[in-house]
Every structure is written in C-alpha cells, then in structure tokens.
C-alpha cells in the first residue's frame, strides 16, 4: 500500500515537473481578426468621406462651370437629376446591400443639395422680377442664370417642387423619424427664402437674421419634444435648417457692396447660431467653452459695425457709447449663460472697462449737457451695479465715469439749467423724487434679486466646476 501511495506521488510531481507543452496557435485568431476589422472600418469611413468630398466638389463645380451645351433651364435639370441620384443611390445602399451608413451619408448629401437648387431656382427667378431695382450687371461668368420668360419660370419652379419636396420629406425620414413632417416643413420655408428676388444688402440682412432667429426657435422647440435629436444624425437634421440662411448671407457678400450693416446682422446671425449651439443639451463643455470664447469677437465685431453704420446719422462725441452699448448687449448675454468663471470675470471686465472709457471718451470730445448726462447715467448705473453685486472693477468704473462726466460737463449742465424754463426744471424735479421713491420702496427687493440672481449663477459654475 505504501508503494503504491509513494508510486502515486513520484507520478504526481513527474507530471508537474515535466516538459509543458504549448498549444499550437490557430490559424482562426480573434485578436487578429478583430484588428482585421477595425482596419476594414477605418478603410470604409475614409472612403465614405473622401466620396463625400468628391461629390460636394462636383455640385460646386457645376454651379461654377455649367454644362456646355443647353439653355439655363437644362443646366439646372442636370443638378435637379443628381439631387434624385443621391437620393436613389441611399435607396440602393440601404434596400439592396443593407448598408445603413452609407446610405445615411448619400441621403445627407442629398438633402445638403436641395438649398442649392432653390439657389439656383432664386437666380433663375431674379432674371424675370427684382423687388430691388434691377438686376444687377457684376455678376461673374459662372454664375449668370438667365430664363427667357416668366412661363418658363414657372413651369420649372413646379416641376422642381414636384421633386424636391418628397425628396426633402424622404431624407428627414431617415435622419429624424419622429420629427420628418416638422423638420421638412420648416426646412421648406427657409429655402423659400433663396426664391426672393432681393439682392440688396439691407434687405438680404434682413431676411438672412429672421431665417436664423426662425431656425434658432424651430431647433430649440424640437429638441424639446424629440430626444432622438440628439443622436448624430438628429444634429446633423438640425444643422441644415441653417443652410439657406448662410447661403443668403454668402451670396450677398461675395456678389455684392458689403456695407457695415450686413456685417452687423452677419454677426449678429452667427452670436445667435453660437448661442444655441453652446446651450445645446448633451453637448460637450469643451465646445461650449469655445463657442462662448468665439461669441466674443463676434460680439466686438457686431459692435464696429453698428456703430459705423450710424456714423452718418451720430455726432462724433456717440459713437465711442454706442459701440460700448453694442457690445454690451451682447456680453451680458454672454455672462449669463457661460459656465466657466474665468470667461465670466474677463467679460465683466470687458464691459465695465468699455463702457467707463467710452462715455469718458465721449465727453471729453464734445463737453456738451447730452453727453454728460449720459456719462453720469452710465457712471450710475456701473456704481449701483457694482455695489450691489460686490464688484470692485464696476465700482470704481462709475467713480471714474461720474468724476470725468462731472469735470467735463458742469459748465454745459449749468448752462443748460439757466437756458431752461421753470416748467421744464419742474418736470425734472419730479421725475427725480419720483425714481428716488421707487428706490426707496423697492430698493432693497432689487438689490436681493440682483444678489439671488448672480449668486445662483455663480453657484451653479462652482458646481459644474468641482464636478469637472
């Protein structure tokens, strides 16, 4: 018995102190198929995007070059026909091969060019009827559009809607089901905007900040109701809302005189665009950070160009408090919504810093009663701003505002008091005791709902700061 229990063992320690044998590797290697497959993904998405590129390039060049043979109207056919084949060619992929992502790419291009045939719809239109005075004569070769007569105008027109719309309905179908029939009829709407025969700069301005307001209001509304919105292909539905605008806003500064009010509602229209994309849900605070960042020279830029569209119509001494005006509307839109403090505190600077050496500015050019009165009511305004939110900067800004104003202006505003009659020195008086009253009665309830206001602003940027 015991020669058996040690044979057991010296058996035992033989198999575990004996040669291993390593199993021969498969020729069926996960790993290796596995690395197969992700190079197979990254080949496919280059290729879909380098197809993509080639066929927003050959839509460009056609707008640019035409086709050789043929009238406008045939012209124009040929890309209606490519805008079907994209669309045709999504059916394919996703009906015959069951490829989803390439179809969705092709569906997408397809939408992408419905604006641009309702450009060309919009040229072929403003050779027959221009609400602005005639057609323009500086258009380059390439993108002269000319139809003989209104029948043709209009049988080409319906013939394109016949088209377009169930196209336009189709794509909205696959990249936001739920919101298809919403989606496409505003989207319908905004490229409507590219038939209006209006080439002017203040008109197309017009037009293009109503369409991005509008597109602003229909995106904000449907990611409300539709969650699905959300995704990539729900973003990228929202996206081409804002095609036709841009295209009014481009055509009307690379064809014609650019003046400082289209750059203003330019500017305007991408704050807005910015703004929305920065308060969009679920979307990265990097991003947001940086749309905040670039709102602000937006909002500079906004400002220049207000004010250089009202120097005709300002004396000198208004222009440096316009522009500050300008440019603060903005930013405190801006600094109420941001979440990172430290943009928060550079803006608060900006404003404080712009509006105090404007109103100075303005004062010290023309030492009128006008400006400064209006240096003391901005010097005010910064000082009960600064009080009442503890701001140092906004505090000593007013000082200085309310010195300079004073230094510069009391031998106008004494002028101006002698010069008055008694009825309207009265009326003043009045209007004085009365706002002094209004802030004695309601002084304090201000002071705590500024202080709430900012403080829950502030607190939730803490937040958002310790949980980064």
């Not at 316009?322 to 990172?340: G, H, K, Q």
């Not at 600064?386 to 701001?391: C, D, K, P, V, Y």
């Not at 000082?399 to 505003?413: D, M, N, P, Q, W």
Request: aromatic share 8%; charged share 10%.
């Amino acid at each position: 018995m015991n020669t058996r229990v040690a044979n057991a063992f010296d058996d035992e320690l033989e198999v575990q102190h004996g040669p291993h044998f390593v199993p021969k590797s498969s020729g069926f290697d996960v790993d290796r198929i596995m690395h197969s497959i992700r190079n197979f993904a990254t080949l496919s998405e280059a290729l879909r995007i380098l197809g993509a590129a080639v066929l927003v390039a050959s839509m460009s060049l056609f707008l640019m070059q035409g086709w050789n043979e043929g009238n406008d109207i045939s012209r124009y056919l040929m890309l209606l026909a490519q805008t079907g084949l994209l669309a045709a060619a999504g059916f394919a992929l996703s009906h015959g091969l069951k490829e989803a992502k390439g179809a969705r790419l092709f569906f997408g291009l397809a939408l992408v060019s419905i604006p641009a045939n309702f450009t060309i719809l919009g040229a072929l239109l403003y050779s027959v009827l221009q609400w602005d005075g005639g057609l323009s004569s500086t258009y380059p070769g390439y993108a002269h559009w000319e139809i003989q007569n209104i029948a043709s105008t209009g049988v080409t027109l319906g013939g394109a809607m016949i088209v377009l719309l169930p196209i336009t309905m189709f794509c909205f179908a696959i990249m936001a089901r739920h919101s298809a029939k919403t989606l496409s009829l505003h989207f319908f709407a905004l490229n409507m905007l590219l038939l209006l025969p209006i080439r002017s700069s203040l008109a197309a301005g017009t037009v293009a900040l109503l369409g991005t307001v509008y597109a602003l209001y229909i995106v904000r509304e449907a990611a409300k109701k539709d969650r699905a919105l959300k995704t990539a292909e729900g973003r990228f539905a929202l996206i081409t809302l804002f095609i036709p605008t841009g295209i009014i806003l481009f055509r009307s500064m690379y064809f014609y005189q650019v003046d400082s009010l289209m750059v203003a509602m330019l500017s305007m229209a991408a704050f807005l665009a910015a703004r929305q994309a920065s308060i969009f849900p679920d979307r990265s605070p990097r991003i947001a950070l940086g749309l905040d960042m670039l709102s602000i020279p937006v909002a500079l830029t906004f400002a220049f160009a207000v004010t250089g569209a009202l120097v005709p119509h300002l004396a000198w001494s208004l222009t440096a408090p316009v522009f500050s005006i300008a440019y603060s509307a903005l930013a405190l839109d801006l600094l109420r919504r941001t979440e990172s403090t430290i943009l928060r505190g550079t803006i608060g600077v900006s404003i404080c810093l712009l509006v105090s050496a404007s109103f100075i500015l303005g004062v010290g050019i023309e030492q009128s009663a006008l400006t400064s009165i209006l240096g003391l009511a901005a010097g005010g305004l910064l000082l009960l701003s600064g009080i009442a939110l503890r701001h140092r900067t906004a505090s000593f800004a007013g000082v200085c505002t309310l010195i300079a104003s004073l230094l510069f202006g009391t031998e106008a505003l004494l002028a101006l008091v002698l010069a008055s009659s008694w009825i309207d020195l009265a009326i003043f008086g009045a209007c004085a005791i009365t706002l002094g009253s209004i802030l004695d009665r309601h002084g304090v309830a201000i002071n705590v709902y500024l202080a709430k206001r900012f403080g829950r602003i502030s607190q939730h940027n803490e937040e958002v700061s310790l949980g980064e």
